[in-house]
């Protein structure tokens, strides 16, 4: 997939010059063979149709689209009777999903949006005859773009100048647009973090009026967005919906870290800004943004300041855990997730200050279990994120659990309950009883264990367990 006459450019990969309009018009989009079964199906039937939004947005940008979205001038109806597998999805939002393979595209009829007076749904959608009026419902120019093989690039709004500019603009009025649904001021910012872009200054601005209006989206729908946000290119932007009063609504601790000052030779940002730069410097992966952005959220509940003007954050790491929990959970994030995040947030200092042991390292191993290289990249990010003091000895000392961690890997160390040479069957047997003390039992020879593993044979273990049989049976 790629656009032919492209030129690159240092925001895009887009036309540029004088012959703008006139390349524009040329340009074509190599649509994957299903997409255009589907624009043609629809074509020879009589009706219009267009591949629309992100994914014209990104082939002109010369990116690979995530999916393939069509809008046509055909009813619901009328598409789910063109095509032999479809899905409703939203039918009352006009979208069908049509099935081609393995592989879903989701075809929308040309529409505009009533009020989001819940801040949720439109209240009501109108299906209407035209593309322009479909376009024009549509969030930011650059989003608003619709392509067909006959017509080539249907640009009304100035698209393809904003993605030259680098700037994320709303289609019509801003004021009216983020009044209509306060959603897409994070959207403005999140598209502006996937791109690289900056937000129009008129963006900017009326954010910083409407902010407050986020309050009435659902916390699923901002979770989309953050989430996309965090795993963009930019995740530093989110300082940007710091600034426009946009976190205050979905995220008021960030807002709380953004004002707690760090007054240690480790550091040399506040808490929100360690925290900004924690992300940004971090693995790009979901479940360790989402640790980088909580892994400090506790620190101004715990700050204490001694008698020479030195921040402490003592059990910054528990309490934080719990705050992660109680967040995510309102984020409605699943329990996996909130699960290892938690776990991450938890034990994001592992390590610290101490003499990293091949037997610490299994322990940390059985506590992180699939998750200790996150919990690697979580630490190098924590560090990258600090001052300089005492750099090189805080990513040695990663460098050597991460040394340790294969070894540990290749010898094919216990770690895990699992992989110990008994289980509570066994136990059972030499005389142990059901219940929670066999738990408890199994619980001490791993850890016996992890300070040996040359002691994870049965019989070892078994003789081991024996001579605990009369305080645990
Ligand atoms: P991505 O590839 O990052 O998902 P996208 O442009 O496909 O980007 P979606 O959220 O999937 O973003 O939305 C698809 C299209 O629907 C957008 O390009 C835009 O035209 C339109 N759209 C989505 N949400 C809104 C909204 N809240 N208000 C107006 N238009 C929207
Ligand atoms: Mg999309």
Same mark, same amino acid.
């Given at each position: 997939?790629?656009?032919?006459?492209?030129?690159?450019?240092?925001?895009?990969?887009?036309?540029?010059?004088?012959?703008?309009?006139?390349?524009?018009?040329?340009?074509?989009?190599? /649509?994957?063979?299903?997409?255009?079964?589907?624009?043609?199906?629809?074509?020879? &039937?009589?009706?219009?149709?267009?591949?629309?939004?992100?994914?014209?947005?990104?082939?002109?940008?010369?990116?690979?689209?995530?999916?393939?979205?069509? %809008?046509?001038? &055909?009813?619901?109806?009328?598409?789910?009777?063109?095509?032999?597998?479809?899905?409703?999805?939203?039918?009352?939002?006009?979208?069908?999903?049509?099935?081609?393979?393995? %592989?879903?595209?989701?075809?929308?009829?040309?529409?505009? =949006?009533?009020?989001?007076?819940?801040?949720?749904?439109?209240?009501?959608?109108?299906?209407?005859?035209?593309?322009?009026?479909?376009?024009?419902?549509?969030?930011?120019?650059?989003?608003?773009?619709?392509?067909? !093989?006959?017509?080539?690039?249907?640009?009304?709004?100035?698209?393809?100048? =904003?993605?030259?500019?680098?700037?994320?603009?709303?289609?019509?009025?801003? =004021? +009216?647009?983020?009044?209509?649904?306060?959603?897409?001021?994070?959207?403005?910012?999140?598209?502006?973090?996937?791109?690289?872009?900056? $937000?129009?200054?008129?963006?900017?601005?009326?954010?910083?009026?409407? &902010?407050?209006?986020?309050?009435?989206?659902?916390?699923?729908?901002?979770?989309?967005?953050?989430?996309?946000?965090?795993?963009?290119?930019?995740? *530093?932007? /989110?300082?940007?919906?710091? *600034?426009?009063?946009?976190?205050?609504? @979905?995220?008021?601790?960030?807002?709380?870290?953004?004002?707690?000052?760090?007054?240690?030779?480790?550091?040399?940002?506040?808490?929100?800004?360690?925290?900004? *730069?924690?992300?940004?410097?971090?693995?790009? +992966?979901?479940?360790?943004?989402? &640790?980088?952005?909580?892994? +400090? /959220?506790?620190?101004?509940?715990?700050?204490?300041?001694?008698?020479?003007?030195?921040?402490?954050?003592?059990?910054?790491? #528990?309490?934080?855990?719990?705050?992660?929990?109680?967040?995510?959970?309102?984020?409605?994030?699943?329990?996996? #997730?909130?699960?290892?995040?938690?776990?991450?947030?938890?034990?994001?200092?592992?390590?610290?200050?101490?003499?990293?042991?091949?037997?610490?390292?299994?322990?940390?191993?059985?506590?992180?279990?699939?998750?200790?290289?996150?919990?690697?990249?979580?630490?190098?990010?924590?560090?990258?994120?600090?001052?300089?003091?005492?750099?090189?000895?805080? $990513?040695?000392?990663?460098?050597?659990?991460?040394?340790?961690?294969? %070894?540990?890997?290749? *010898?094919?160390?216990?770690?895990?309950?699992?992989?110990?040479?008994?289980?509570?069957?066994?136990?059972?047997? /030499?005389?142990?009883?059901?219940?929670?003390?066999?738990?408890?039992?199994?619980?001490?020879? $791993?850890?016996?264990?992890?300070?040996?593993?040359?002691?994870? !044979?049965?019989?070892?273990? $078994?003789?081991?367990?024996?001579? @605990?049989?009369?305080?645990?049976?």
């Amino acid at each position: 997939m790629h656009c032919q006459e492209q030129v690159s450019d240092h925001k895009c990969g887009l036309i540029k010059g004088p012959h703008f309009d006139y390349m524009k018009k040329l340009m074509r989009i190599d /649509i994957p063979k299903d997409a255009k079964y589907i624009l043609d199906t629809l074509s020879n &039937a009589g009706f219009e149709s267009y591949i629309v939004g992100g994914c014209v947005r990104d082939c002109v940008l010369g990116l690979k689209p995530d999916d393939w979205d069509i %809008t046509t001038n &055909a009813l619901p109806s009328q598409v789910k009777e063109l095509f032999r597998r479809t899905v409703d999805t939203g039918l009352q939002h006009g979208t069908v999903t049509v099935m081609m393979g393995d %592989t879903a595209y989701e075809v929308t009829t040309y529409r505009t =949006d009533g009020d989001y007076s819940d801040g949720r749904h439109p209240d009501n959608v109108t299906f209407v005859s035209s593309l322009e009026e479909d376009l024009k419902r549509r969030d930011f120019t650059i989003n608003a773009m619709a392509y067909n !093989e006959s017509e080539g690039l249907v640009d009304l709004f100035d698209g393809c100048a =904003d993605l030259k500019k680098g700037v994320i603009r709303c289609v019509g009025n801003a =004021d +009216d647009r983020f009044s209509e649904d306060a959603l897409r001021m994070l959207r403005a910012v999140r598209f502006a973090a996937k791109l690289g872009y900056d $937000l129009d200054p008129s963006i900017y601005g009326s954010i910083k009026k409407h &902010a407050k209006d986020l309050s009435k989206v659902s916390a699923e729908r901002i979770t989309t967005e953050l989430t996309k946000l965090l795993i963009s290119d930019h995740p *530093e932007m /989110i300082k940007d919906a710091y *600034e426009t009063g946009l976190t205050s609504v @979905f995220f008021p601790e960030f807002d709380v870290a953004m004002k707690t000052p760090q007054n240690h030779i480790h550091h040399c940002f506040n808490v929100g800004e360690h925290i900004i *730069e924690s992300v940004r410097v971090s693995k790009n +992966d979901r479940i360790v943004r989402f &640790a980088m952005l909580l892994h +400090d /959220i506790a620190k101004p509940e715990v700050m204490t300041i001694d008698e020479k003007g030195i921040t402490h954050f003592y059990s910054h790491q #528990t309490v934080g855990e719990k705050m992660t929990g109680e967040i995510l959970r309102r984020w409605k994030l699943d329990n996996d #997730t909130i699960r290892r995040v938690c776990r991450l947030v938890k034990n994001h200092d592992a390590g610290k200050g101490r003499e990293i042991t091949p037997a610490f390292t299994r322990k940390v191993v059985s506590v992180m279990e699939d998750d200790f290289e996150r919990l690697l990249e979580v630490i190098k990010a924590d560090v990258l994120a600090q001052s300089l003091y005492m750099r090189e000895e805080k $990513l040695r000392s990663i460098d050597r659990m991460r040394e340790q961690y294969l %070894t540990i890997m290749k *010898e094919g160390d216990c770690c895990m309950l699992k992989d110990l040479a008994v289980n509570g069957r066994d136990l059972m047997e /030499i005389g142990f009883k059901p219940g929670p003390a066999l738990g408890d039992v199994l619980q001490k020879l $791993l850890e016996s264990v992890i300070e040996e593993p040359s002691l994870n !044979e049965r019989d070892i273990l $078994l003789k081991k367990a024996s001579s @605990f049989l009369k305080d645990f049976s």
